[in-house]
């Protein structure tokens, strides 16, 4: 525990990273799945190819496998492109970059399914009261869907959440100096892993506690005035 204590402040720098990364990831998925159950939802057979297509290939590719594509072939992509076309030079993906954008991409298709059900869950009737009484699209969302659409999706969110904080931890594959990466490099230099990884797996405990808590909040708040069977 003694050495724990002297790497404190590394730990916390990680513990925070891994904090970010969650966070910089969800606010992808968020956008990707609201716009996935938007393509979903539409009448343009396109727009809902492209989102089966999405959801299908996230479900057949291992989040590992993916973020190693992505870090490693992204880059290489990204300079043959600028190298044709001549309109970059060196680009570089960075560990955050391509772990964020991993998770966020593999997030938002389970957002997708979260935000849509909740869409299909609300009375179709409620919209169309809303039609009637001459309210606009965008205050139909405002007023009728969101609302209804957050509170119908916050257990599924809730899980998705939970489940992505986790899977940050596959950033320090890619060398990103995140809790996991810096308390697995300490605990093997001072051959404590087993004690550095239970301290890893109290932060995620906490974290997981901490979110359930706010969510918890969210819901009830989101829950007002709802008669419970």
């Not at 343009?44 to 496998?65: E, F, H, K, S």
């Not at 550095?196 to 969510?215: I, M, R």
Request: hydrophobic share 55%; aromatic share 12%; with cysteine.
């Amino acid at each position: 525990m003694e050495h724990i204590w002297e790497f404190r402040w590394l730990l916390l720098q990680g513990t925070g990273i891994t904090i970010l990364v969650g966070v910089a990831s969800l606010v992808l998925a968020i956008v990707l799945g609201l716009l996935g159950a938007w393509a979903k939802l539409s009448k343009n057979a396109m727009a809902q190819r492209a989102a089966n297509g999405y959801t299908t290939l996230i479900r057949g590719i291992p989040d590992l496998v993916l973020m190693l594509i992505l870090f490693f072939g992204g880059q290489q992509l990204l300079l043959d492109i600028g190298e044709k076309t001549g309109l970059w030079g060196y680009v570089e993906i960075n560990q955050f970059t391509a772990g964020v954008g991993t998770i966020g991409f593999i997030f938002g298709a389970y957002m997708t399914e979260t935000f849509r059900g909740a869409i299909l869950a609300i009375p179709r009737g409620q919209i169309e009261a809303g039609i009637a009484c001459g309210m606009s699209k965008s205050l139909i969302f405002r007023r009728i869907i969101w609302p209804q659409m957050v509170r119908y999706a916050l257990p599924s969110f809730t899980n998705n959440w939970l489940v992505m904080i986790k899977t940050t931890a596959l950033v320090s594959v890619l060398g990103l100096q995140e809790l996991v990466y810096v308390a697995n490099a300490v605990g093997r230099k001072f051959r404590e892993p087993f004690t550095f990884l239970l301290f890893v797996l109290v932060v995620f405990l906490l974290l997981t506690a901490v979110s359930q808590l706010g969510l918890r909040k969210l819901e009830k708040k989101y829950s007002v005035g709802i008669r419970r069977g």
